[in-house]
């Protein structure tokens, strides 16, 4: 596998001598005829009449010389853009995009949201020799970052992967996001991977959503035995995707129907609440098994006290659970989306080879980004919302 190197300046004139073209004295080619482009975008946090459609937002430039244009073919709905939308994390996430407060706008709109995306490299940075224009790539961009529901978006090399050959654009956009969060909580904080996770009794809490259909694939494509919890409409697609016994939520009280079974190595809990105070009772006891939950205050604390306070009262809780359950002899982590594209280039590998399949609910064309959003806000969806980005409806 080719490394994600850096590629000199005379590396580059180099190639450009052999392939017939004329050095450009370290510079690529880029459309910057263009200075706007077509994109939904919000001036406002609010409901979902605060989006807008605009053909002036502004053309992404090359800030550093590791990241890409990527032009985007699809994109999909996540969770966290509703909740951007009405102004969760709003706090964190402008101290990311400017922690010195050295930009001269006093405000962080018009905000574009959408993370996930599948499309065509269109420029690259200086030090990007892992891509180049025409490649077919993914990423999910980070919160902090213009999104992906424009015509173009900029990425940091790091972020972006290949396509899986396997899928379409639309198809491989339901993906990016939902997967690389569950990676983040089943392998970097949960320790799982394909190697130690055979044999292991994994549960899955909130399993029919775009993060649990990707979790439940994964793991049982290491070899786990999974659990999933959902409701009884939803039993048909977990079992299809590999889940070995299905739980009714709705069919009587969870946590006996939990506890009856047995004990469990792994708990992923992508619904929270009053769920954290009886799961861990189902994990086995001073064997290493851990509990991990995508559903922490964080982002909240940070908007209702602050950036420092935020950040002291979200460590002292976090802390505080850990050692309170690592003396009853399990593991309490929290877990959260880390952009990666080494993450997904294992991904890319799982789904090429038939492991891991995209679950998308509704396909709507770029014209109809409001109805993609009132649908992801409908709820009990089956699968991902998918934007397909150059329809021309």
């Known amino acids: 596998m080719l490394s994600r190197g850096v590629t000199s300046g005379r590396a580059l004139c180099g190639a450009a001598r052999a392939s017939g073209r004329p050095p450009s004295r370290g510079f690529r080619a880029s459309p910057r005829a263009r200075t706007a482009m077509p994109s939904w975008v919000i001036d406002r946090y609010g409901r979902n009449d605060v989006l807008r459609f605009t053909r002036d937002m502004v053309f992404p430039i ?88 424009s015509e173009f978006v900029v990425a940091s090399g790091n972020e972006v992967s290949f396509k899986p050959k396997s899928l379409s ?12 969060t569950a990676w983040s909580a089943v392998n970097q904080v949960g320790g799982l991977n394909r190697n130690n996770c055979s044999g292991k009794r994994v549960l899955i809490l909130g399993a029919s959503g775009g993060v649990g259909t990707f979790a439940v694939q994964l793991v049982k494509a290491w070899g786990a035995h999974v659990t999933a919890v959902c409701s009884h409409d939803a039993s048909t697609l977990l079992k299809k995707l590999g889940a070995d016994d299905v739980v009714d939520y709705k069919s009587g009280n969870l946590e006996e129907q939990l506890k009856a079974l047995p004990l469990f190595d792994f708990i992923l809990d992508n619904v929270g609440g009053s769920t954290e105070k009886w799961a861990l009772d189902l994990l086995k006891k001073w064997s290493g098994a851990t509990y991990v939950t995508l559903v922490t205050p964080f982002l909240i604390n940070m908007d209702k006290l602050g950036v420092a306070d935020g950040m002291l009262q979200t460590g002292v809780t976090v802390g505080s659970k850990t050692v309170k359950h690592l003396f009853k002899g399990v593991h309490y982590r929290w877990a959260f989306f880390m952009p990666s594209g ?33 649908k992801l806000e409908g709820g009990h969806a089956r699968g991902k919302t998918v934007i397909d980005v150059i329809s021309k409806k």
């Open 169 to 180: 654009h639309t198809e491989a956009a339901s993906l990016p996001y939902v997967g690389l």
């Open 342 to 374: 080494p993450s997904l280039d294992e991904i890319a590998e799982l789904v090429d080879s038939g492991k891991i399949q995209p679950v998308i609910d509704e396909v709507f064309p770029f014209s109809e980004v409001p109805k993609a959003f009132l």
């Open 62 to 149: 090359i800030h550093f010389p590791n990241e890409v244009i990527i032009k985007v073919h699809a994109a999909s709905l996540n969770p966290i853009d509703l909740s951007m939308r009405s102004g969760y994390g709003a706090t964190a996430l402008n101290m990311k995009r400017d922690p010195l407060k050295l930009k001269r706008e006093e405000t962080e709109f018009p905000i574009t949201l959408g993370r996930d995306v599948s499309g065509v490299v269109m420029e690259c940075g200086l030090n990007v020799s892992y891509f180049k224009p025409g490649d077919e790539v993914w990423a999910a961009v980070p919160p902090w970052k213009q999104g992906t529901l």
